[in-house]
């Protein structure tokens, strides 16, 4: 008990929607690098940065954060993830722009804008169906591509004043897309501000994320915590958060993709186009019977992540033990958060592949596990293939079914361990 009240005084802190003082400790998960700041060789005997990984809850608002270490700037400028090396997140896109298109009557004179349009995984859907588009993404390299494949493509962060020059511009959005960006945003007034003035005042804005804290809670994803997520939503929490930005939640669909998404459907309050939807009352019906409206449930949530530690922890070491070689799949920031979280380093993994080439050749952060070509897989037949990328764990179990040639298993570790054969 003494160490959870000295790391709330220590804590200097309010919230970054409502500005109330945070006092409730939602889980820390120790000390941890930047999840995406993969090490090249030469870098593994340097000193390399540990930050605390403390989440905490406002009293108020219900929003679930953590503090701001490093800037968005030094995060996303240069950045390993591309959104279109998962199938599976593909076809999900896709199936999402066809809806939007009949839902909203989309057609060549609207405009459809995404910010964090990363690669172009999205736009490129609207793009085939002539529909003007035009992306916003702030991480160098990965816009680049975008535009190599013909995408339209801002390189900057987004905030107020990126959307006014927009607007001056004449770029006001019909549809305003923003996916999995949310938590993202430290600034998260400013950045919904933007997002007001750069959509028509008859226009819709679109928001999905995954780490959603109801099925975060429930499903025990400790490890989608990291540093660059500053904010974990709930409906309870966003409608306020929206509804002070004169932005009404008019629809909303629970996802079961990345472990559980919300999307939420907005529009200007004055804009009464589109009705609020029964969804709204059902899903928030749901998080306060699940207890969203009760700090003990976001109190209670340290003690199930050391539970699953343990599980954790005894899963390596009975396999270690019986002598068996243990890989993993995948070099997403949500592993990165539970090999540092539980300890589990070189010592135990022998290394990690990724269909990412970015990231083949590189070292986990902290971990210094080396990350390899799938194909490493098949030339030394581990016993346990373990699927950090836990979400997309269909699509990996198809496309690595051979191990099973040789007797090899998979291993999910979140919600629980479980051992595939």
Same mark, same amino acid.
């Given at each position: 008990?003494?160490?959870?009240?000295?790391?709330?005084?220590?804590?200097?802190?309010?919230?970054?929607?409502?500005?109330?003082?945070?006092?409730?400790?939602?889980?820390?998960? $120790?000390?941890?690098? /930047?999840?995406?700041?993969?090490?090249?060789?030469?870098?593994?005997?340097?000193?390399?940065?540990?930050?605390?990984?403390?989440?905490?809850?406002?009293?108020?608002?219900?929003?679930?954060?953590?503090?701001?270490?490093?800037?968005?700037?030094?995060?996303?400028?240069?950045?390993?993830?591309?959104?279109?090396?998962s199938?599976?997140?593909?076809?999900? @896109?896709?199936?999402f722009?066809?809806m939007?298109?009949?839902?909203?009557?989309l +057609?060549?004179?609207?405009?459809?804008?995404?910010? &964090?349009?990363?690669?172009?995984?999205?736009?490129?859907?609207?793009?085939?169906?002539?529909?003007? @588009?035009?992306?916003i993404?702030?991480?160098?390299?990965?816009?680049?591509?975008?535009?190599e494949?013909?995408?339209?493509?801002?390189?900057?962060?987004? $905030?107020?004043?990126?959307?006014?020059?927009?607007?001056?511009?004449?770029?006001?959005?019909?549809?305003?897309?923003?996916?999995?960006?949310?938590?993202?945003?430290?600034?998260l007034?400013?950045?919904?501000?933007?997002?007001?003035?750069?959509?028509?005042?008859?226009?819709?804005?679109?928001?999905?994320f995954?780490?959603?804290? /109801?099925?975060? @809670?429930?499903?025990?994803?400790?490890?989608?915590?990291?540093?660059?997520?500053?904010?974990?939503?709930?409906?309870?929490?966003?409608?306020?958060?929206? &509804?002070?930005?004169e932005?009404?939640?008019?629809?909303?669909?629970?996802?079961?993709?990345?472990?559980? =998404?919300?999307?939420?459907?907005?529009?200007? &309050?004055?804009?009464?186009?589109?009705?609020?939807?029964? +969804?709204?009352?059902?899903? /928030?019906?749901?998080?306060?019977?699940?207890?969203?409206?009760?700090?003990l449930?976001?109190?209670?949530?340290?003690?199930?992540?050391?539970?699953?530690?343990?599980?954790?922890?005894?899963?390596?070491?009975?396999?270690?033990?019986?002598?068996?070689?243990?890989?993993?799949?995948? &070099?997403?920031?949500? $592993?990165?958060?539970?090999l540092?979280?539980?300890?589990?380093?070189?010592?135990?993994?022998?290394?990690?592949?990724?269909?990412?080439?970015?990231?083949?050749?590189?070292?986990?952060p902290?971990?210094?596990?080396?990350?390899?070509?799938?194909?490493?897989?098949?030339? =030394?037949?581990?016993?346990?293939?373990?699927?950090?990328?836990?979400?997309?764990?269909?699509?990996?179990?198809?496309?690595?079914?051979? @191990?099973?040639?040789?007797? $090899?298993?998979?291993?999910? /570790?979140?919600?629980?361990?479980?051992?595939?054969?």
């Amino acid at each position: 008990m003494e160490f959870w009240k000295s790391s709330l005084e220590s804590l200097a802190m309010n919230c970054r929607f409502c500005n109330e003082e945070i006092t409730h400790l939602f889980v820390d998960l $120790g000390m941890s690098p /930047l999840a995406n700041s993969f090490l090249s060789s030469d870098a593994l005997n340097k000193m390399e940065p540990f930050y605390p990984l403390r989440t905490f809850v406002c009293k108020k608002c219900l929003l679930v954060q953590l503090e701001e270490f490093e800037s968005p700037e030094h995060i996303f400028s240069n950045y390993a993830y591309f959104s279109s090396y998962s199938q599976t997140w593909l076809k999900h @896109i896709e199936a999402f722009v066809d809806m939007t298109i009949t839902k909203f009557r989309l +057609n060549h004179n609207s405009r459809v804008v995404e910010i &964090a349009s990363n690669d172009g995984y999205l736009l490129q859907y609207f793009k085939k169906k002539n529909i003007p @588009i035009l992306g916003i993404e702030p991480a160098d390299n990965v816009a680049k591509v975008a535009i190599e494949k013909g995408i339209p493509t801002i390189i900057k962060f987004f $905030g107020s004043d990126t959307a006014k020059e927009l607007v001056n511009s004449d770029k006001h959005a019909d549809l305003l897309i923003v996916v999995n960006v949310m938590p993202h945003v430290p600034n998260l007034n400013d950045f919904i501000d933007g997002m007001k003035i750069l959509t028509k005042p008859n226009g819709i804005i679109v928001v999905q994320f995954s780490a959603y804290v /109801l099925q975060l @809670i429930q499903q025990n994803e400790f490890d989608t915590i990291y540093h660059e997520h500053f904010s974990y939503f709930s409906l309870l929490s966003l409608q306020k958060i929206f &509804a002070s930005h004169e932005l009404i939640i008019f629809d909303v669909e629970e996802l079961p993709i990345h472990g559980g =998404s919300l999307r939420v459907y907005a529009r200007h &309050a004055e804009n009464n186009a589109f009705p609020v939807s029964q +969804n709204i009352n059902n899903v /928030l019906q749901k998080e306060k019977t699940h207890g969203l409206d009760n700090m003990l449930t976001y109190t209670n949530f340290q003690r199930q992540v050391n539970t699953a530690k343990l599980n954790i922890w005894n899963f390596f070491i009975n396999a270690k033990k019986s002598g068996k070689k243990i890989v993993c799949y995948g &070099a997403p920031a949500k $592993g990165n958060t539970l090999l540092n979280y539980c300890g589990i380093g070189s010592d135990i993994i022998d290394y990690t592949v990724d269909i990412n080439p970015h990231k083949q050749g590189k070292y986990l952060p902290g971990t210094h596990i080396p990350i390899m070509t799938p194909e490493k897989i098949n030339q =030394s037949k581990p016993d346990y293939l373990v699927i950090l990328a836990w979400n997309l764990k269909e699509e990996i179990m198809t496309q690595m079914s051979h @191990i099973r040639d040789w007797g $090899g298993k998979f291993v999910v /570790l979140i919600p629980e361990v479980k051992i595939y054969e």
